[in-house]
């Protein structure tokens, strides 16, 4: 799906199912994007010590990317729990075309091997990237999201959804987003 149609189905949701008055319609609670954000291309290192980009690598329609790091208390936890959830809420069908990953906002700290563990505490199949800060931040900076280095730890609330045909994000869901919150918005994406 592209990004184009990707956008037309959210704002077709958000304005049929705005007008609904039946409990069994559910908003769409993303965010849609007026201009979606271009993904670069720039290499990052997977929890493999694969390179792996955003735009090269990525295999299913839908990829939910957040940026946080391991020592991360209060807001990583908790969105990577929501996604998690999320995760086993879907059928088979959408389960199988959407990915998750997590960028550190800390590589001074973070690393392939910890940022596996980490990962494996809510979801196996979770994809953690690492890489420089300077390629981080800029790869970080092009998604609209800012790291500061006198902050190794700060870190966007956002996840946002990689559309895989255009490299672009046209949605992005906020840290309060509940887990049947992401499951019907990307079921809603998914939906042809």
Known sequence: MGARRLL????????????????E?????????????????TPLTDTDGQPFSLVDDLDKRLTLVFF???????ICPAVLNHLASAMTRLDDAD????????????PRTDTPASL???????????????????????????????????????????????????HTVPVYWDADTSPAQFADDIHT???D
Do not use: M, W
């Open 25 to 41: 319609q559910k908003p769409f609670s993303g965010r849609v994007l007026d201009t979606p954000y271009t993904v670069p291309a």
């Open 189 to 191: 994406l998914l939906e």
């Open 8 to 23: 037309a189905v959210a704002l077709a949701s958000v304005v049929l199912l705005a007008g609904c008055g039946s409990d």
């Open 116 to 166: 596996r563990t980490y990962l494996d505490r809510f979801d196996t199949s979770f994809i953690g990237l690492d890489g420089d800060f300077d390629t981080i931040r800029a790869v970080g900076l092009d998604l609209a999201v800012g790291i500061d280095d006198r902050d190794p730890g700060g870190h966007t609330t956002q996840v946002l959804g990689v559309e895989r045909e255009t």
């Open 95 to 106: 389960r199988k075309q959407v990915d998750v990953v997590l960028v550190t906002s800390d």
């Open 68 to 74: 946080g790091y391991v020592n991360c208390v209060d």
